[in-house]
């Protein structure tokens, strides 16, 4: 199917590393893209491809993929990481694009 | 590298709305283009993509029938134009550039405007 499956929120001590996963069987085929999102912004890519970073996002986040499933891991996650994280991929019919629904993380 | 979405405005359900992304600060013509919108307070969700020369279109099952992309590579613009609009096509409407160049598209959302807010409503 083209979907993609987030939980809803994660939570994370302040310092502490968190893994945010995606799943979904595009991912068998597409790399996921990570974009974080705080209130009342717009979406900020922070990993495409292969664990690229754009320029500007610190290296405690990072990506990873595995079959069906692919992770945003924050390394020492900061107060100002508190965001809603949304993975994309290409879809599995034509150019279509899916988002996953998206998970809350709160940093404690 | 900046976009400005214009355009959004309240509008009766069956009426149509044309949005407008203005681009600046890269070469437009160099990028695909997307329009990604999102319900206040819920998720995003891609509606549609261009390719740099408008020769490969895409559409969300959502809108496809109803909404079309277009964009304008002389004036640095993006479109989207809105028809038979629905309660459910309430949200705020994002233009998104394509990482990507002319030779492939990624689907990576590198840059973002910051939104125009359609609300359809009688």
């Known amino acids: 199917s083209s979907e993609l499956t987030q939980d809803p929120t994660v939570s994370v001590a302040l310092g502490q590393t968190v893994r945010i996963p995606c799943q979904g069987d595009?991912?068998?085929?597409?790399?996921a893209s990570w974009y974080q999102q705080k209130p009342g912004q717009a979406p900020v890519l922070v990993i495409y491809?292969?664990?690229n970073r754009p320029s500007g996002i610190p290296d405690r986040f990072s990506g990873s993929s595995s079959g069906n499933t692919a992770s945003l891991t924050i390394t020492g996650a900061q107060a100002e990481d508190e965001a809603d994280y949304y993975c994309?991929?290409?879809?599995?019919?034509?150019?279509?694009?899916?988002f996953g629904g998206g998970t809350k993380l709160t940093v404690l | 590298v900046d976009l400005v979405e214009s355009g959004g405005g309240l509008v009766q359900p069956g009426r149509s709305l044309r949005l407008s992304c203005a681009a600046s600060?890269?070469?437009?013509?160099?990028?695909?283009m997307h329009w990604i919108r999102q319900v206040p307070g819920k998720g995003l969700e891609w509606v549609s993509f261009?390719?740099?020369?408008?020769?490969?279109?895409a559409y969300a099952d959502s809108v496809k029938g109803r909404f079309t992309i277009s964009r304008d590579n002389a004036k640095n613009s993006l479109y989207l134009h809105m028809n038979s609009l629905r309660a459910e096509d309430t949200a705020l409407y994002y233009c998104?550039?394509?990482?990507?160049?002319?030779?492939?598209?990624?689907?990576?959302?590198?840059?973002w405007g910051q939104g125009t807010l359609v609300s359809v409503s009688s």
């Open positions: 998104a550039r394509d990482r990507g160049s002319r030779s492939v598209t990624v689907n990576v959302f590198d840059n």
């Open positions: 600060g890269f070469t437009f013509d160099d990028h695909a």
């Open positions: 261009i390719s740099w020369n408008s020769g490969t279109l």
């Open positions: 595009s991912l068998r085929s597409f790399y």
């Open positions: 491809g292969n664990n």
């Open positions: 994309n991929s290409r879809g599995n019919s034509g150019n279509h694009v899916i």
